[in-house]
């Protein structure tokens, strides 16, 4: 189970962190990832932490937004800095146990950036 937090409404050129709590997974060997889905658009991927391999962004996103994890703590967070109004959407998180194992999502987060 994951659970996200975070989100809310912020100006243009603000910030905000989306963490992630999870539960009932291995997680510090799970891939990670956070995910925005924009009104009338596909659910797109905004940054993950793979199994292996770099981190990897969105373009949109890069030098704004850091995706970082703590596994003593079990969660993983998304800081977004420079907020722009096209970075409005809801923010889901997942988590990828490995390939015995479902993938897991959260119940998404709404961020809203005013211009």
């Known amino acids: 189970q994951l659970q996200a937090s975070g989100g809310g409404l912020v100006q243009a050129g603000g910030s905000l962190t989306l963490s992630c709590a999870a539960s009932?997974?291995?997680?510090?060997?799970?891939?990670v990832g956070w995910y925005r889905q924009a009104p009338g658009k596909q659910r797109v991927l905004v940054a993950a932490i793979p199994h292996s391999g770099k981190i990897n962004y969105a373009d949109s996103v890069k030098g704004r937004f850091t995706i970082s994890r703590d596994n003593a703590k079990n969660t993983f967070y998304l800081q977004m800095t420079d907020l722009k109004p096209e970075d409005t959407g809801v923010y889901y998180c997942?988590?990828?146990?490995?390939?015995?194992?479902?993938?897991?999502w959260g119940r998404g987060d709404q961020v809203t950036v005013s211009s």
């Open positions: 997942k988590a990828d146990p490995g390939p015995l194992s479902a993938d897991i």
């Open positions: 009932g997974i291995v997680f510090s060997t799970s891939a």
